[in-house]
């Protein structure tokens, strides 16, 4: 389990994973804006259900998934308020993103006969909070991590930092 240590060096190759994780939900995020542009024109069946499944993948059943890594960050035996405070704050931001996919899953259902207008400001609220999220979440490797991070890591997680800014 990466970070356990104090003196656990981080490397590259333990932040894979969280950022193939951000990579594959800003992607999503610039579906979901796409979907608002196009708004009042709705997406066909076919990409509605393949967008509704990644929604369910990338970001509802995730939100249980990366706690192993989240939870690596704290060092054991030690009492650290801001760490402690960060991940309360990281689990609070996933929550709320869990629940505006679930809003937008029922917003988007066959079924639901919801305005273009409600749905574009539906589709909007989800996207850029999700995408602050993702960088609230890199930037809160780079606050834990610190110093323990190799250049490779470091130079991983700045790049993922600098795309999210040019999106």
Same mark, same amino acid.
Request: aromatic share 10%; hydrophobic share 50%.
């Given at each position: 389990m990466p970070f356990v240590l104090p003196w656990h060096v981080i490397q590259e190759v333990d932040l894979v994973r969280l950022i193939g994780d951000h990579h594959r939900r800003a992607a999503l995020c610039v579906h979901a804006e796409v979907m608002a542009d196009d708004l009042p024109r709705r997406p066909d069946a076919k990409t509605l259900t393949a967008f509704l499944a990644a929604l369910d993948e990338r970001v509802i059943q995730t939100e249980t998934d990366d706690w192993s890594f989240w939870g690596a960050m704290q060092v054991h035996g030690r009492d650290d308020a801001l760490v402690s405070t960060v991940l309360d704050h990281i689990r609070a931001r996933r929550a709320s993103d869990v629940a505006s996919a679930r809003e937008l899953i029922a917003a988007l259902d066959a079924g639901a006969d919801i305005a273009p207008d409600m749905l574009g400001y $539906? /589709? @909007? &609220?989800?996207? =850029?909070?999700? /995408? @602050?999220? $993702?960088?609230?979440?890199?930037? !809160?490797? /780079? !606050? *834990? !991590? &610190?110093? @323990? *991070? =190799?250049p490779d890591a470091r130079a991983l997680l700045t790049d993922a930092l600098a795309e999210g800014v040019a999106a």
């Open positions: $539906i /589709l @909007r &609220g989800f996207f =850029t909070h999700c /995408l @602050r999220s $993702i960088d609230f979440e890199q930037l !809160a490797v /780079l !606050a *834990m !991590a &610190g110093h @323990r *991070m =190799t």
